[in-house]
């Protein structure tokens, strides 16, 4: 890993200056495709702010909740949440993006491991699920890496480069993560570590404490 490179993030809760990044990021239609299969054209700020939910008046968002991977001196390096978050169904949906920067760093497998476990472990879920254009192989390795679950595949849904490509179903059920957690842990390893706050109460850092239950 580059010396530039940090070994240590934090996510925290998604603020309104962090949209200058990801505005910046998006700018990459390549990205932004990959990211999102309704969009194309490349934000502005004031758009950013309205489709993230924070402009000057914002709309009730109880159904999501996105963090900011951030470090030193990087700042902000990527963006972790879940989204369509139900109650009733207790189930959500996982996205994240990494800048390209620190790719390839272990910080996105890490980052979703965090948010499952926060998902499953302090918001009572009972099933994850996430879906990725079929030739995106990195997000196909990670969520595999993870513990999900190929559960079906929506023949020719996501359009980009001109062509129609299949979008792959994955899920993860709160009983698959009990069971891949700890073994997620170990081929990890500590080498980085990314952490809610100070990392110190259970459940705010992978890799996690090694006291914690499954």
């Known amino acids: 890993m580059p010396d530039n490179i940090s070994k240590s993030f934090s996510l925290r809760p998604l603020e309104k200056p962090d949209l200058t990044s990801i505005t910046r990021w998006f700018q990459g239609v390549g990205d932004l495709a990959l990211f999102d299969r309704n969009s194309r054209v ?10 993230w939910n924070m402009a000057d008046t914002p709309q009730d968002a109880d159904d999501k909740c996105w963090f900011a991977i951030t470090s030193e001196p990087t700042g ?9 978050i139900s ?6 949906v996982i996205a994240l993006y990494v800048d390209h920067a620190i790719r390839r760093q272990g910080v996105g497998i890490r980052a979703s491991a965090l948010i499952l476990d926060f998902a499953f472990r302090q918001l009572g879920l009972n099933r994850v699920t996430s879906y990725y254009r079929n030739d995106n192989a990195s997000s196909r390795d990670l969520v595999s890496q993870a513990g999900f679950e190929v559960e079906g595949t929506m023949r ?3 359009f980009s480069d001109g062509r129609f490509h299949d979008m792959i179903v994955v899920g993860i059920l709160a009983e698959d993560w009990k069971m891949r957690r700890d073994a997620l842990a170990e081929e990890l390893g500590e080498t980085t570590v990314i952490a809610f706050g100070d990392g110190r109460s ?3 850092k992978w890799p996690p404490h090694r006291h914690e239950t499954p």
């Open 87 to 92: 109650p009733v169904n207790r189930d959500a």
């Open 156 to 158: 020719q849904a996501w």
């Open 202 to 204: 259970v459940g705010s």
């Open 42 to 51: 490349p934000y502005d700020l004031a758009t950013s702010e309205r489709l």
């Open 76 to 84: 902000v390096a990527g963006i972790v949440g879940l989204e369509r």
